[in-house]
């Protein structure tokens, strides 16, 4: 039986994804009986909250525990939902567990190690750094997604990530910034580090902190951003200054959400692809689990994808 996900508590109780995280994360502006409502669902499909109430557990036997790291991504969270959808019928529950773009995903891991028996950790959009020795006494294959862990002392450690991370360790938003200062230096130009904004991954962050860049910045004409969202956030921004994409400024994003394609312009993008990744992760996970397998790396191709937000 294929795993529940919190979006499959939201459906089955009539509820959006975040009125059930309010109520596992006991908000207080949820009405009773909705609250009642998903109480009941999580009940009768024995799931339970975790030890901080966001994500979901399923009591019972081994599992294989998917750690979200950005619930705001929504390609991660396809990454992630795609991931579960295709171990199904494995016999082992994989369960996706959220947590924010700036928290710990190996102490994530650790907890989650205490709280329940493991079988492996899927990490998705993780950051490799010295951090995950402490993961070394876990003994359980992990797999890293959206980024390589070639060249890691982590023995047990997989990879599955798009084509241009280069075998390269460390996280996939820093590996698209050293692309971009690459591609620069390929080029001929320097690199103005002023013009390195961060912002959370989130329509509303991207929109103000491009608001507030393009004020102090007005001959800008181009916006790399680092994922399609933000890219989205960008444009909004944009057109409330009254600058036009692409006449004005050129906008690229980076994973290829379908979303980007229903806007206005249709946002150009590097699609990473979504279906390749979580099944090569499911089945270099599963050989390691199954058959003592050894931990690939495996590089899947991104396409860059010119549609109507560039010159």
């Keep these: 039986m294929k795993p529940l996900t919190i979006r499959d508590i939201a459906r089955l109780s009539g509820c959006s994804v975040t009125t059930v995280s309010r109520v596992m994360n006991h908000k207080p502006d949820v009405s009773a009986s909705t609250r009642a409502r998903v109480e009941e669902v999580l009940r009768q499909q024995q799931f339970v909250g975790n030890a901080n109430a966001r994500g979901l557990k399923q009591a019972g036997s081994e599992a294989v525990a998917v750690i979200l790291r950005g619930r705001g991504s929504v390609f991660m969270g396809d990454v992630a939902e795609a991931i579960v959808s295709r171990a199904a019928g494995s016999g082992v529950p994989w369960l996706i567990e959220y947590i924010d773009e700036w928290a710990d995903e190996v102490t994530a891991a650790l907890r989650l190690s205490r709280e329940r028996p493991l079988a492996g950790l899927v990490f998705v959009g993780g950051h490799i750094d010295g951090r995950y020795k402490a993961l070394e006494a876990l ?123 229903y806007y206005i312009p249709r946002l150009s993008t590097i699609v990473q692809p979504v279906e390749e990744l979580a099944g090569n992760t499911v089945r270099v996970m599963r050989d390691m689990m199954e058959n003592g397998g050894p931990a690939r790396h495996i590089t899947v191709d991104a396409r860059l994808r010119l549609t109507e937000s560039v010159r």
Excluded: N
């Design 139 to 261: 003994t359980l294959p992990l797999v890293f997604v959206t980024v390589s862990a070639e060249g890691t002392p982590l023995r047990r450690a997989a990879s599955v990530f798009g084509g241009g991370a280069g075998g390269q360790a460390g996280d996939s938003l820093s590996l698209r910034y050293q692309g971009a200062l690459d591609a620069h230096r390929a080029l001929g130009l320097s690199f103005d580090p002023r013009l390195y904004v961060p912002t959370r991954f989130t329509l509303d962050s991207a929109c103000r902190a491009a608001r507030k860049h393009f004020t102090a910045f007005p001959d800008t004409d181009a916006a790399f951003c680092m994922s399609d969202l933000v890219a989205l956030g960008v444009i909004r921004a944009l057109h409330e200054m009254g600058l036009k994409v692409p006449e004005d400024v050129s906008v690229i994003g980076v994973d290829g959400m379908e979303l980007g394609q």
